[in-house]
């Protein structure tokens, strides 16, 4: 059974950082694109960040660009969000998604795979 498993949401304030961990189980995601979504009250899921098979691309949210890394450690079968600069609009449940395809999408109907989300609060 594939998981997904999302940790290191929390509460902070404006101005300071995090760094989400998706873990992956019963499968390996080393030739697979990942990605970031995520959900605000009353919003839809958005996409925020993907990362190709390789690591060598990535794509971001016009929101969060330049704020927001995503990375991956294939040898742990993990992908990373580093987010700075966090801002109260960042306020929401955030998603990991894998897809069986090896290149980038920002589309959540692309990904196959979803984690259970972890919530992210940005207190101003």
């Known amino acids: 059974q594939v998981q997904l498993v999302e940790s290191g949401g929390g509460l902070v304030q404006a101005g300071d950082s995090l760094r989400l961990s998706c873990a992956a189980s019963?499968?390996?995601?080393?030739?697979?694109?990942m990605g970031w979504f995520r959900r605000a009250p009353g919003k839809e899921r958005d996409f925020v960040a993907a990362?190709?098979?390789?690591?060598?691309?990535?794509r971001y949210a016009a929101s969060v660009k330049g704020r927001f890394t995503i990375s991956r450690d294939t040898t742990k079968n993990t992908v990373y969000l580093q987010m700075n600069s966090l801002k109260p609009a960042d306020t929401a449940v955030y998603y990991c998604?894998?897809?069986?395809?090896?290149?980038?999408?920002?589309?959540?109907?692309?990904?196959?795979?979803w984690g259970q989300g972890t919530q992210v609060t940005v207190s101003s």
């Open positions: 019963g499968r390996t995601f080393s030739g697979s694109a």
């Open positions: 998604a894998g897809r069986v395809d090896l290149d980038i999408a920002t589309v959540s109907s692309s990904y196959d795979y």
């Open positions: 990362i190709n098979w390789s690591g060598r691309t990535t």
